[in-house]
């Protein structure tokens, strides 16, 4: 979800509530285009309020990291350190729904006189910017200076006037709106209802515009032209009671995840998303500090695993396009006996050709059927039969050769479809270089040699959860840990569990000193659900999974990493839901 109206709505109420009557303590500028306050609280306590006006990525919120700042501070830095260190924070307020956030100050000038200024801060996409101007709206100076050549709308300089930048006629949702003047701003637009109200409303992104079409009953797809008179009404009253709520400062900030990643976030609740996971936090803060996170954490790993994936996508098709010409090889092979059968009846019936015939017709002695078989005009009977026996030989030779390299290829698919499932998983630099190692141990890809000195890395561990009876469950993230976790970490009374069909991840469930066979069949339930959801198969609604005690999986001599084979087994079809599990963080 975009940083809109709602969401800066929310963090003025919680940075209000927080720093009013606050000293500004310390004042940083750790990036080019952020800045960090530390803010003394009435209370005693201390905050760290981070702004960002990055161009793709604009925020404020609290948060407890300390980011280290350049050795010389920038000059905006500097300017705001003489004016407000030691300030007092009068006021936090925001014009109407704008995504705009004014910050107040009182600080005392060189002649000890009581002075006023204002930090903006506008979280406008690429247009956002932070903004100290005098009380009169004088600005004077920005993080980023915006020049008559850079905008021909406004101007962002020092001594120029500072001015809320055009709303396109966007009507203020915070005043009083009447049913009449908003039927008559949304229904004139023809577009559908979710674009005819953020673009009817200041503030407004197109999360919030679902939400409020789906709260009243309405496809948000569908056309203005298309609403009847009730459908409007009801529209409006869900607008009004969303209206309430925000000026009331009635906030329910929530998470919205989908497979594990956060997807949207919000300071309302999002009743449109009732089927995904939703976590519902204390404040405004909490929320866009984990959502930015760990969304930058994910986009991270897969960005720096781009070039893994490539190479393995890339080697995966050729083995995929190298099996199904073998099989067309095996194919083309399954004619050989006829060759032989075609030699051995001219062995025996070659005396009835005449020199010069095309075929000869016979009887089959294995069948008792008619065959005819063809013949070289130049060559005699028995030569005819010695040219089927060698084709008969050659295709034998190749059947036998082809048959090894199939299972060597499919060896290769099944290995290769194994680390993009490790690659899916991955969590940090520590899983990718396992997942680079394991792809230069199998020659994928050139081995670097370590330089001497260089200081250890953090190890990738598997990961650890607790079932709800409370038993240990394991899952390996890479092939390297499946061989680890099967043959050293786990006994032989503990459960082994892998998805049948699908490459996916070890599985192990750690028994103890309890009796392996007669755990609750819960506990198997979500292991085998566990093993579902690190494999290929994940989001299915039914995935095989094979499970057995682990001193039943055996490790080939020469096999590839994380290939086991088992000759008995038990069975179970079962989603990937693992919201009864716990995963223990490390």
Known sequence: MAFDGITTAAMVSEIRNRAVGGRLYKIAQPDPDAILLTIKTND???????????????FIYYTDENKPSPMVAPNFCMLL??????????DVSQPGLERIIRIGAEHLDEMGDLKRKVLVIELMGKYSNIIFTEEDNTVIDSIKHISAAVSSVRTVL????????????????????????????????????????????????PVAAS????????????????MTPEDTERLYSCFCSLMDDIKNENFDPVLIYEKDEPREFAAIPLSEYDDLESEHLSNMSEVLKRYYAERDAVTRIRQRSTDLRKIVSTTLERAVKKYDIQQKQLRDTQKKDKFRIYGEMLNTYGYSASPGDKSLTCINYYDNSEIVIPLDPQKTALENAQKYFDRYQKLKRTEEAVSAQLIETKNDIDHLESIQNSLDIAENEADLKDIRRE??????????????GSGRTESSKPLHYISSDGYDLYVGKNNYQNDQLTFKFATGNDWWFHSKKFPGSHVILRVGQEDPDNLPDRVFNEAGALAAYYSKGRGQSKVEIDYVKKKEVKKPAGSKPGFVVYYTNYSMAIDSDISALKLVKE
Do not use: W
Not at 81 to 90: F, M, P, S, V
């Open 44 to 58: 005693g306590k201390t905050d760290r309020l981070m702004i960002s006006a990055s161009a793709s990525l604009p």
């Open 81 to 90: 350190r003489k004016h407000l260190q030691n300030g007092r924070i009068t």
């Open 158 to 205: 020092p001594g120029s006037e500072y001015y809320i930048p055009m709303t396109q006629d966007k009507l203020d949702p915070t005043s009083d709106i009447s049913y009449e003047a908003f039927s008559s701003a949304v229904l004139h637009k023809a577009q559908n209802i979710i674009k005819a109200l953020y673009n009817t409303f200041t503030g407004f992104s």
């Open 211 to 226: 939400e409020l079409c789906h709260r009243a009953g309405l496809d948000g797809n569908a056309s203005v032209a298309s």
């Open 439 to 452: 792809l230069a141990d199998s020659g994928y890809i050139k081995k670097h040699a370590s330089r001497k």
